[in-house]
């Protein structure tokens, strides 16, 4: 016997608003830096392309998210939607970190998302390019965790 996911709403297809509501949910989750919960968002077979990284299903998410976060200190991410239709949202994203030495970086990033009839992610491809950045060039500054709502998005910041 397995146990089926439940429903994750919002399901596709997406309005406009459903669409902004699923990215704003996956960059709060992304900012919790919560391997377990965050693999949860996607169907259990997956796939997906994360720069030159191709990964099936949630076991090899979750692994692949916890190296993440094991090496990018100060992760903050902002998520913008650019497109939307059906069960597809497209999304453009920055984030900054630093590695161990404290050197820090701005990633940008474009991603194309496939959700299933439950509104789970079934296919995740993300183009990313990391900028060195000096600290005093950061832009992303609020407590670890979600970003606050009053704080701008990507379009505000000039990103």
């Given at each position: 016997?397995?146990?089926?996911?439940?429903?994750?709403?919002?399901?596709?297809?997406?309005?406009?608003?459903?669409?902004?509501?699923?990215?704003?949910?996956?960059?709060?989750a992304?900012?919790?830096?919560?391997?377990e919960?965050?693999?949860?968002?996607?169907?259990?077979?997956?796939?997906?392309?994360?720069?030159?990284?191709?990964?099936?299903?949630?076991?090899?998410?979750?692994?692949?998210?916890?190296?993440?976060?094991?090496?990018?200190?100060?992760?903050r991410?902002?998520?913008?939607?650019?497109?939307?239709?059906?069960?597809?949202?497209?999304?453009?994203?920055?984030?900054?970190?630093?590695?161990?030495?404290?050197?820090?970086?701005?990633?940008?990033?474009?991603?194309?998302?496939?959700?299933?009839?439950?509104?789970?992610?079934?296919?995740?491809?993300?183009?990313?390019?990391?900028?060195?950045?000096?600290?005093?060039?950061?832009?992303?500054?609020?407590?670890?965790?979600?970003?606050?709502?009053?704080?701008?998005?990507?379009?505000?910041?000039?990103?």
């Amino acid at each position: 016997m397995t146990i089926e996911d439940p429903i994750r709403p919002p399901v596709p297809p997406f309005t406009f608003e459903e669409a902004v509501q699923k990215v704003r949910m996956a960059e709060d989750a992304w900012n919790r830096r919560d391997p377990e919960k965050v693999s949860m968002a996607y169907t259990a077979d997956t796939k997906w392309r994360n720069r030159s990284e191709f990964l099936n299903g949630r076991e090899e998410v979750r692994a692949f998210l916890t190296r993440k976060w094991e090496t990018e200190n100060g992760y903050r991410l902002i998520k913008e939607i650019w497109a939307h239709e059906g069960n597809r949202i497209a999304v453009r994203f920055c984030y900054e970190w630093h590695d161990e030495e404290g050197n820090w970086f701005r990633a940008h990033g474009n991603e194309n998302w496939q959700f299933d009839e439950k509104g789970y992610m079934a296919q995740r491809h993300a183009s990313i390019n990391d900028v060195p950045i000096a600290e005093a060039d950061r832009k992303f500054h609020w407590p670890q965790g979600p970003r606050p709502l009053d704080h701008p998005g990507l379009t505000e910041l000039g990103l």
